[in-house]
């Protein structure tokens, strides 16, 4: 979907170092996510959030963080305590939390380790 | 929370046959289920999706079947063709949560 943007499309971090994935919207949807997908597997959920300046440790929180100061945006953090970042990252939004709609996924970023 | 299983993990099916996937699911408020098919680096699509209110949906050569006391539902596609070989992913979610629950995937291969 042309909505949903991820940058960069790949990226790198060295040891220690903590990277910021962005993620915007132009959809108006209210809902955002990140999933973390490694080779071979499905999408573990990291972090929601179902409105601005909110949002919910999904399975897999551990060694990221999260902001929503804007509708249209919801920026992934890895940071130096996740140990195996190097993942598939994928970024969603949903239109509406009480009539059940699809998500709509970006493009993705791909996370590698130096 | 909810629970969802997808097999098989793998398919190969000759150009022109059926394939069926199927996924259960624990949680029995769960009432919404897509199917989201992602291509090789690409975005998961949504291809088709069901609520709970339907058994059946169909679009073209693809069809989703929910059997919810069972709690189980399925993806057939029929006529396989070369273009549908893909990752196909089961999800489950239900009102006022909007929280998305994936099966861990099917890479279905559709041999010419």
């Known amino acids: 979907d042309g909505g949903i943007t991820q940058s960069p499309k790949y990226l790198f971090r060295k040891e220690g170092q903590n990277v910021t994935l962005s993620c915007e919207q132009n959809l108006n949807h209210d809902a955002m996510y990140w999933y973390r997908q490694d080779p071979g597997q499905g999408l573990r959920l990291i972090y929601y959030s179902q409105i601005v300046n909110d949002f919910q440790k999904g399975d897999i929180a551990e060694g990221y963080s999260v902001s929503r100061e804007k509708k249209e945006s919801f920026p992934l953090t890895v940071t130096s305590a996740q140990k195996n970042p190097t993942a598939f990252y994928l970024c969603?939004?949903?239109?509406?939390?009480?009539?059940?709609?699809?998500?709509?996924f970006g493009d993705g970023t791909r996370l590698s380790i130096l | 929370g909810e629970n969802v299983e997808q097999h098989p993990s793998t398919l190969s099916v000759q150009e022109g046959d059926s394939a069926v996937i199927k996924c259960t699911y624990s949680?029995?408020?769960?009432?919404?289920f897509p199917w989201y098919k992602q291509e090789l680096g690409k975005r998961p699509q949504l291809i088709i999706d069901i609520r709970s209110n339907v058994g059946e949906k169909k679009d073209q050569r693809i069809a989703v079947t929910l059997n919810k006391t069972a709690k189980h539902f399925s993806l057939h596609i029929t006529e396989t063709q070369p273009e549908d070989s893909a990752v196909y992913f089961c999800a489950a979610s239900r009102d006022n949560f909007n929280k998305f629950y994936f099966g861990s995937g099917t890479k279905l291969n559709v041999k010419p």
């Open positions: 949680d029995s408020a769960s009432n919404y």
């Open positions: 969603a939004s949903a239109r509406d939390r009480v009539k059940l709609e699809p998500q709509h």
